[in-house]
């Protein structure tokens, strides 16, 4: 069974943590990257999401301990994954990747055109989402239906999906890293995490070689000013200091110059 689950953000690399723990050899990871088995899968069952991992770990490592987990980006904006995730593996440990808000809805919106599934422009994709989004919010909340809808914005407004985890597990079984740290010093970061799950420092292949290259990176094809930067980060603004008073830290996300 998983000793972790890194459960999101999508488009903050993921997939580069992924290869980076797949190195480690006390790390046993499982047949694919993304089970996406508490959201997309689970009327398949947990003895099939289970068949994805090592039917047996051996001892490896100078504690003898060896451990396993998956990364889904997509569980950490799933209505039902953490209530489901909370039952079947209350203990385990979650980690979770958050990037600069505007730097992620670029990446996405750049992915989607690459994919030839978005036609609008980017600022008006995102002026559509802000206006559902403002519509929607009520009290200081946004209903889950209208933050799935909205991938480029709601998916960046990290403070009610992170909530929604906090009403299933405590705090202290959730490790927030900020990508921006992880790809400037991913060895600090990666040892914060080996901490968390109980490994022993940076394995000895990667301080001789320390080589950490980013995974699956696409290539912008549409530019986006600084003036629309700016003013998409108005927006985030006051939903990250809330991020940030619920996890009691910063972030040190700024708007572009």
Not at 74 to 80: A, Q
Request: charged share 20%; proline share 7%.
């Amino acid at each position: 069974t998983p000793d972790f689950i890194v459960i999101g953000a999508e488009k903050c690399g993921t997939t580069s943590l992924f290869q980076y723990l797949s190195r480690h050899p006390a790390i046993l990871s499982p047949i694919e990257k993304e089970i996406d088995f508490f959201d997309m899968e689970y009327e398949r069952g947990l003895d099939w999401y289970l068949s994805h991992f090592p039917p047996v770990l051996p001892q490896s490592g100078p504690s003898g301990r060896t451990v396993t987990g998956e990364t889904s980006a997509n569980y950490l904006y799933s209505d039902s994954a953490p209530a489901r995730i909370a039952e079947c593996f209350p203990s385990v440990q979650l980690i979770v990747l958050l990037r600069h808000p505007v730097e992620r809805a670029i990446s996405r919106y750049n992915m989607m055109v690459r994919n030839r599934v978005e036609l609008r422009s980017f600022d008006a994709a995102i002026r559509q989402e802000m206006s559902l989004i403002s519509d929607a919010m009520t009290d200081g909340s946004i209903p889950w239906s209208v933050l799935n809808r909205c991938r480029y914005i709601g998916n960046g407004l990290y403070y009610y999906h992170i909530k929604r985890w906090l009403d299933h597990f405590p705090i202290e079984q959730l490790l927030v890293l900020p990508s921006e740290t992880l790809f400037v010093h991913p060895e600090r970061t990666l040892q914060r995490l080996y901490s968390r799950i109980g490994l022993q420092g940076i394995p000895a292949q990667d301080k001789a070689n320390p080589s950490y290259p980013k995974y699956n990176a696409g290539e912008y094809t549409v530019a986006v000013s600084a003036d629309i930067q700016r003013q998409r980060f108005d927006f985030f603004e006051l939903h990250t200091q809330k991020l940030e008073s619920l996890l009691d830290c910063s972030f040190n996300w700024r708007s572009p110059d």
